[in-house]
C-alpha cells in the first residue's frame, strides 16, 4: 500500500525524535559492539508492559545488574525475583520473565529465538511483544500496535473518525517502515507520548480502546500489597490482616498460591522458593 502522505509523516516523526526523542533510555543503548542485547529489551518490554517509563528506569537497572543474562536469571529464586520487581505491579510478569529465562536457558541454549512463531511460546510474550522484540533487538521490518503507535496513526491519518479498527492502521504501518525499523518505532513511541501529553487520549477513537479499571481498591491491589509484605518474610493469616484489612484477602491468597507466586507452610504464607 502506498499513501501520499507518508513521506511527509515520516519526516515529521523523525525530526521530533531526533530533536527531543529520549535518547538515553537504558534498553535504547546498543552493546560494545553496536548490536543490541535481546535479553534486555525482552526485560524492559516485558517491565514496560502497562508501566510508565520513568518508574521502569531505576527497576530495570537493578534488574539487569542483578541479573545481567538469561542464565543468570534463570537460576534465581522466584522469591527473589518478585523482591527485584517489587514496586512495578502486575507481579505475573516477574513470574512470566522468570520462566521465559529458564525456557531460553533450556531449550535455546541462553539466546532468544527471532522467529515470530517461537517468541509467542514465551511466557508473557503476545504478538506485539514479539514485534517489539523483533523489531528493537533484530532490527528485523515487522509490524506492530501499541497504544503509542496507534495514537500516532490516529491523530495523523483518522482525525475526528470513531471506532478505528487496527486493520486499517497495519498496511499504513507497514507502509511507512523504512530501512532503520528499530529508530523508527523509538520515535513513534515518543511522538505518540508527546501527542498524549499535547493532544490528549487520541486512541479513544480506536475501535480497541477500553478504559482501564481503576488501581484504588481493586483485587489486583490487595494481591500487590500481600506480595510485598511477604518480600519481608512469612505471615500468619492473622498477621496479614492487620495490614491487608479487605474482605477479599482469603481469596486473593488462594490465588496466589494456585498460581505458583506463594505457598502455605506451618500455618504461614510466604513467597515461593
Known amino acids: 500500500m502506498t499513501h501520499p502522505d507518508i513521506p511527509d509523516f515520516q519526516a515529521a516523526v523523525l525530526q521530533y525524535y531526533y530533536e527531543n526523542g529520549r535518547h538515553d533510555l537504558p534498553w535504547r543503548q546498543p552493546e560494545p559492539g553496536g548490536t543490541f542485547d535481546p535479553y534486555k529489551i525482552l526485560v524492559s518490554e516485558l517491565m ?34 518478585l523482591k527485584m520487581w517489587s514496586g512495578l505491579g502486575y507481579n505475573r510478569r516477574a513470574k512470566f520473565l522468570l520462566q521465559t529465562a529458564q525456557l531460553v536457558s533450556g531449550q535455546y541454549n541462553g539466546e532468544l529465538p527471532r522467529e515470530h512463531a517461537d517468541l509467542i511460546t514465551l511466557p508473557g510474550v503476545g504478538h506485539n ?113 492487620w495490614t491487608v484489612n479487605d474482605e477479599r484477602l482469603q481469596s486473593v491468597l488462594e490465588d496466589l498460591v494456585r498460581e505458583g507466586f506463594i505457598e502455605l507452610n506451618d500455618s504461614h504464607y510466604q513467597l515461593r522458593a
Open 48 to 81: 514496560l508492559q502497562q508501566t510508565q517509563v520513568q518508574r521502569v528506569i531505576p527497576k530495570f537497572e537493578t534488574f539487569i545488574r542483578a541479573y545481567p543474562s538469561f542464565k543468570s536469571l534463570a537460576v534465581a529464586p522466584l522469591a527473589d525475583v
Open 129 to 241: 511483544t514479539a514485534g517489539a522484540i523483533r523489531a528493537y533487538a533484530f532490527n528485523e521490518p515487522v509490524v506492530f500496535v501499541e497504544t503509542n503507535i496507534r495514537t500516532v496513526f490516529l491523530h495523523h491519518f483518522f482525525t475526528d473518525q470513531e471506532k478505528v479498527p487496527d486493520s486499517l492502521l497495519i498496511p499504513l504501518i507497514q507502509a511507512s517502515l523504512p530501512e532503520d525499523v528499530r529508530t523508527w518505532y523509538w520515535a513513534l513511541m515518543d511522538y505518540g507520548t508527546k501527542l498524549k501529553q499535547t493532544v490528549g487520549n487520541v486512541s479513544r477513537s480506536s475501535a480497541t480502546y477500553t478504559k482501564q479499571s481503576a488501581f484504588h481498591g481493586s483485587k489486583r491491589r490487595v494481591r500487590g500489597q500481600v506480595l510485598r509484605l511477604l518480600t519481608e518474610g512469612p505471615y500468619t493469616l492473622e498477621r496479614l490482616g
